[in-house]
């Protein structure tokens, strides 16, 4: 059974700009998680999704960053305009619903210039 | 507040039974104690959860004192893929009323030859 899948793996782009990370959940899963991961630090929950509906996003900088989960199946997260401390690994899981076992995806390592 | 206390690092020598402590002296009666690990370069990967009783699957043990405010994982049989840093999370774990994963800092576990 395949896992989180997330692309990029790695980006890099310049201060400004925008981008978007994708993320495809584990079949069935409802719900769906995105964190930011800063070096040597443990993962922080930017927003949670329970189907379509964005449930917490109580953590997520909305003047620039965005999410959506179109469908209750893929989800993205967009950055616009990137700013250096944003620099970070974003990392999306899933879990059939909150009190169950989170899989996490390998993560997207952003570097902003 | 972080919830939980853990050693920054740890060091094991392979083939020996890792032990990794936690302190939870706040825990309250319906939180559940987490354990989950990242290897380098991957997402999060649950290990293993209990409440009162200590646990045991494929992976490791857990061991909960009898007062809850502590516990220890167990790794039996260290291997070098064990190499990771390995998280304590207290949270309601129920599935109606489950909290979200705050990761703290985590014991960074090195395994040596």
């Known amino acids: 059974e395949a896992g989180v899948v997330q692309s990029p793996r790695y980006k890099i782009i310049e201060k400004k700009q925008p981008v978007a990370f994708w993320c495809n959940p584990i079949?069935?899963?409802?719900?769906l998680y995105w964190y930011l991961q800063n070096l040597g630090q443990g993962p922080e929950l930017l927003i949670r999704?329970?189907?379509?509906?964005?449930?917490?996003d109580s953590q997520l900088p909305k003047d620039r960053f965005s999410a959506e989960r179109l469908k209750g199946v893929d989800s993205t997260l967009k950055i616009q305009p990137a700013e250096l401390g944003d620099s970070a690994v974003y990392l999306c899981?899933?879990?059939?619903?909150?009190?169950?076992?989170?899989?996490f995806g390998p993560g997207t390592r952003l570097t902003v210039l | 507040d972080a919830k939980t206390t853990q050693p920054t690092s740890m060091d094991c020598a392979e083939g020996r039974a890792a032990n990794l402590p936690c302190n939870h002296s706040?825990?309250?009666?319906?939180?559940?104690v987490y354990w989950y690990r990242q290897i380098h370069s991957q997402g999060p990967q649950y290990i293993i959860h209990?409440?009162?009783n200590n646990e045991t699957n494929e992976m490791a043990s857990l061991i909960i004192t009898e007062d809850r405010k502590s516990s220890t994982l167990i790794l039996p049989h260290a291997t070098l893929r064990d190499t990771a840093v390995y998280y304590c999370?207290?949270?309601?774990?129920?599935?109606?009323?489950?909290?979200?994963?705050?990761f703290g800092q985590g014991t960074r576990l090195t395994i040596n030859p």
């Open positions: 899981a899933s879990s059939l619903g909150l009190g169950n076992e989170q899989f």
């Open positions: 079949s069935g899963h409802n719900t």
């Open positions: 999704y329970e189907n379509e509906e964005a449930v917490d």
């Open positions: 706040t825990i309250s009666g319906n939180e559940y």
């Open positions: 209990g409440l009162k």
């Open positions: 999370i207290v949270r309601v774990g129920d599935v109606q009323g489950a909290q979200k994963l705050v």
